[in-house]
């Protein structure tokens, strides 16, 4: 399956935005997805989780709240919904794809898109 991730940007402290990613190429209703985030000289680490029916979902604590990830299996495309983002936020956004259950570590993940970056600030 390949992924393309959109949606990135600059928002004020307080704002919101919405990432979209794109599959195409395999049968996307039969995958789990996932959003991890990688600021600049830190790890890529786990944002949210969605199971391929969009009724098992999973956050980082850090974002517990705040985002939402969803997906339309029609439109092969799953959503990060992000508000009360705040600078710590900052980072590019990745979407994931794996053939089993929603995982949080992304070595658990094969498929990737190309990232999309998120910059908050005032």
């Known amino acids: 399956v390949q992924l393309q991730a959109s949606g990135g940007g600059l928002v004020q402290p307080g704002g919101s935005l919405r990432l979209s990613c794109a599959a195409s190429?395999?049968?996307?209703?039969?995958?789990?997805l996932g959003w991890f985030r990688q600021a600049p000289g830190k790890e890529r680490v786990f944002v949210a989780g969605i199971g391929w029916s969009g009724d098992t979902t999973s956050y980082a604590d850090s974002v517990k709240g705040r985002f939402t990830i969803s997906r339309d299996n029609a439109k092969t495309t799953v959503y990060l919904q992000m508000d009360s983002l705040q600078p710590d936020d900052t980072a590019v956004y990745y979407c994931?794809?794996?053939?089993?259950?929603?995982?949080?570590?992304?070595?658990?993940?094969?498929?990737w898109g190309q990232g999309t970056l998120v910059t908050v600030s005032s």
């Open positions: 994931a794809a794996r053939r089993y259950g929603p995982a949080v570590t992304a070595s658990n993940y094969r498929y």
């Open positions: 190429g395999d049968t996307f209703s039969s995958f789990s």
